[in-house]
């Protein structure tokens, strides 16, 4: 399956200057736009996570073409928020990061006898969102994973490598411009 992590860079902080009922309805414009966009391309949306998506393509139905909706997904995030930002003042208008990897997940349920969620378990799915850690403002980060099985399809910059919490070993990343 394919993983995508979305987060909103800066929303901590504009936190403290709005009321709570304006500051949901604030996240809630930008978790729709993320939202949206991993709907538009068939994802499957895990979870919320505070100001942040968990996404996931080729589950629970098979998509040939996964990692390709994942890259589309991101790139349209990237313009939906641009959307909103002009509909939005200046001071609301909030960046994101997005990190995405392809490997192996368990799908399943999660949890106690109280409360219990269906979700994707794998040291692939803490990959896409240590990678996700790793994004800059408005960047689209691809593992090497996920860009070699569309490097004919996409223009990135150069590889990098990241270290990322919990690895031994540096990861390759590339940052994602746009479909070719």
């Known amino acids: ?72 997904a991101a790139l349209a995030i990237r313009q939906a928020i641009r959307v909103l930002h002009d509909e939005l003042s200046p001071i609301f208008r909030l960046s994101f990061g997005i990190g995405i990897h392809v490997g192996e997940a368990v799908l399943g349920l999660v949890g106690t006898r109280d409360r219990i969620e269906y979700t994707a378990i794998s040291d692939d799915v803490n990959t896409a969102k240590r990678i996700q850690e790793h994004a800059g403002l408005d960047q689209i980060l691809l593992s090497a994973a996920t860009y070699e099985r569309v490097a004919d399809l996409v223009e990135v910059r150069p590889a990098v490598e990241i270290q990322v919490k919990g690895k031994q070993m540096p990861l390759k990343i590339y940052e994602l411009i746009k479909l070719r």
């Open 1 to 72: 399956m394919t993983v995508l992590f979305a987060d909103i860079h800066g929303f901590t902080s504009i936190s403290e200057q709005l009321n709570a009922e304006d500051l949901v309805g604030l996240l809630n414009r930008y978790l729709a736009a993320m939202a949206n966009a991993v709907l538009a391309e068939e994802g499957t949306i895990d979870k919320f996570l505070g100001d942040a998506v968990m996404a996931w393509f080729n589950a629970p139905v098979p998509q040939q073409d996964h990692v390709l909706r994942a890259i589309r």
